[in-house]
């Protein structure tokens, strides 16, 4: 299976452990990614226009000395099975402006793989107290910020007639409900920088919810572990809590 991600950081987040948790449960899942920090739809529509040469092309998670490619060029790069689209997280639960610009991405990419399913990512919501620039276009409230996302997404997924919504933002929502990771109540954080995910259990978290729905199967069983300094009891325990949360969510 062949996924194309059109995004950004957080698709970025979403697919780093993908093809790694995949291969540990007998899978090949090859992920790759068009990368520009903060880059919107609006940014991806004038990119294929131009014919833009300024993604970093992430192949399997690997962010290091990547190729610069266009979108063009990376449709035409493999047959597709799977290609993903989403808004930046800051306009994310912002109906508005996801048009005209999702219409015309995802007819570009359908005009070179037409036969391609198209996934909407949605993203998720940045922490209370978070430093982001534009948590002030949700007043700054992270519970306003999820419903808004969440209300959006489904409303774009709907109108536009997709084959799949990645629900990653109810996922960290789910796991921010527990002692573990609930940051507001000293558990622990799933962010890096208070919106960017963790390198390690922010990101497993989402790769686990990408695999599942991609190959149908649990992850309850996957073997792989994200990297971590001190794998103990703790980790561990983390490690499970995120695994049964990830399948009880995504049925």
Same mark, same amino acid.
């Given at each position: 299976m062949k996924i194309l991600s059109i995004g950004n950081s957080?698709?970025?987040?979403?697919?780093?452990?993908?093809?790694q948790i995949a291969k540990s449960n007998g899978d090949d899942i090859y992920c790759a990614n068009l990368y520009i920090g903060g880059c919107s739809l609006e940014r991806h529509?004038?990119?294929?226009?131009?014919?833009?040469?300024?993604?970093?092309y992430q192949i399997n998670g690997n962010d290091e000395d990547c190729e610069k490619i266009s979108i063009k060029d990376a449709l035409q790069r493999d047959v597709w099975d799977i290609i993903t689209?989403?808004?930046v997280s800051s306009y994310s639960g912002m109906y508005e402006t996801y048009y005209p610009y999702i219409?015309?991405?995802?007819?570009?990419? &359908?005009?070179?793989?037409? $036969?391609? *399913?198209?996934?909407?990512?949605?993203?998720?919501?940045?922490?209370?107290?978070s430093s982001h620039g534009d948590f002030k276009n949700y007043n700054n409230d992270t519970d306003l910020m999820f419903e808004k996302i969440v209300e959006t997404n489904k409303k774009v997924f709907e109108n536009e007639k997709l084959d799949y919504l990645i629900p990653d933002g109810e996922i960290?929502?789910?796991?921010? &409900?527990t002692k573990e990771? $609930?940051? *507001?109540?000293?558990?622990?954080?799933l962010c890096r920088?208070?919106?960017?995910?963790s390198y390690d259990f922010g990101r497993?978290?989402?790769?686990?919810?990408?695999?599942?729905?991609?190959?149908?199967k649990s992850v309850k069983n996957i073997t792989y572990t994200p990297p971590y300094d001190n794998k103990d009891d703790d980790f561990y325990n983390k490690i499970e809590l995120i695994k049964n949360t990830v399948d009880n969510y995504i049925k």
């Open positions: 957080f698709s970025q987040d979403a697919q780093r452990y993908v093809h529509y004038n990119n294929v226009l131009n014919d833009a040469a300024e993604y970093d689209v989403q808004q219409k015309d991405v995802i007819a570009y990419a &359908k005009k070179f793989c037409p $036969d391609v *399913k198209i996934y909407l990512h949605q993203t998720w919501s940045y922490e209370k107290g960290i929502n789910e796991l921010r &409900k990771f $609930d940051y *507001k109540n000293g558990g622990l954080s920088d208070t919106f960017h995910m497993y978290a989402l790769s686990l919810a990408w695999y599942k729905i991609l190959s149908s």
